[in-house]
């Protein structure tokens, strides 16, 4: 290809300096380049020869900070393949091209569901994700909306928001996080409920394609209630949290947390989620998520919150 024998010419005539930040490839090739935008599955780099470039996150070996006023020597070997007329750079604007959000991984899902006849019964389920990875943390923002009714007459009404921060330490297996969240449902005991947390988390397998944490701390858990006295609950938490990504188009996430009462002994709450991503191939941007999400509270009327779901997926 002309593109492969012209490359290594222009490095060997182009004086090459520092140029931001010099990254490491897994072939071992280096170069020195300008990080434009970096996301959970790429990056984009700015190179002085070669121009606007996308990086699997797979081919990286390590990225480090070029220090002030020190040439690093390239290597060309095998530099990433030349882009394709069909082939575009995507740079990410933010959501809907603001820069809010820029970097992160975001998406929009809907699933929508009715019957009409000698019953009628209809549900709407919408949930808005974000994340945002580099090395030193990873946060984790979750917002869902389910409606469901029959003959009517509304028999679902919930809104749940959850926010997660963790701290990463480099070169070792543990990590610190804290979280938050807000809970709102009509068919409940309570009416609202506000939960915040935090403690160590621990990688057990960190590979490109599994990932398999763990999560131990503190919860503190405050309810408000029309008709009795607000409670608030201290809680120990411990998590399991899993990854697996299956293939370029399927990936599966699985947790499972339990929360035991530490104020009110033999009282505890138990919340496990399962979902699968499946990317469609006629759309970027656009796949089909399964999942459920099941809330034991021994404190409740109703102890099980079984809530199952098929959504369409966007990219945002």
């Keep these: ?34 990080i434009i935008n970096r996301t959970e599955h790429f990056i984009v780099i700015e190179h002085p020869a070669l121009g606007t470039l996308t990086l699997d996150n797979s081919r990286i070996a390590a990225i480090k900070a070029a220090p002030a006023g020190e040439k690093q020597q390239e290597t060309t070997a095998e530099l990433p393949p030349e882009k394709t007329q069909d082939e575009e750079v995507v740079v990410d604007t933010g959501l809907f091209g603001t820069g809010f959000l820029s970097g992160w991984e975001r998406n929009l899902s809907v699933g929508l569901s009715g019957a009409s006849g000698s019953s009628n019964n209809a549900s709407f389920r919408t949930d808005l ?54 809970d709102w449902d009509q068919f409940k005991d309570w009416d609202h409920r506000f939960r915040v947390g935090g403690g160590s988390g621990y990688h057990f397998i960190h590979t490109d394609s599994v990932e398999l944490d763990s999560r131990q701390g503190l919860n503190v858990n405050y309810s408000l ?92």
Excluded: C
Excluded at 1 to 11: D, H, N, Q, S, Y
Excluded at 250 to 261: G, I, M, R
């Design 1 to 34: 290809m002309p593109g492969k024998t012209i490359f290594p010419a222009l490095l060997a005539v182009i004086p090459l300096g520092v140029h931001g930040e010099i990254i490491e490839l897994t072939n071992g090739d280096i170069l020195n380049a300008e």
């Design 129 to 182: 994700k974000t994340t945002y990875k580099d090395e030193e943390k990873r946060w984790n923002f979750n917002l869902f909306y389910y409606f469901a009714s029959e003959d009517n007459s509304t028999t679902d009404n919930r809104i749940t928001a959850n926010l997660n921060r963790d701290w990463l330490i480099a070169d070792s297996d543990w990590f610190y996080f804290a979280n938050g969240g807000y």
């Design 225 to 316: 209630y029309s008709d009795r006295a607000n409670d608030l609950k201290l809680e120990a938490l411990l998590g399991i949290y899993w990854h697996w990504k299956i293939s370029e188009k399927q990936s599966v996430d699985f947790s499972n947390v339990v929360y035991p009462a530490l104020t009110d002994l033999g009282e505890y709450r138990n919340v496990t989620k399962f979902e699968w991503l499946h990317s469609l191939d006629y759309y970027h941007g656009l796949s089909i998520k399964l999942g459920f999400r099941n809330e034991y509270d021994s404190t409740e009327t109703d102890k099980n919150d079984l809530r199952y779901y098929a959504n369409i997926v966007w990219g945002l």
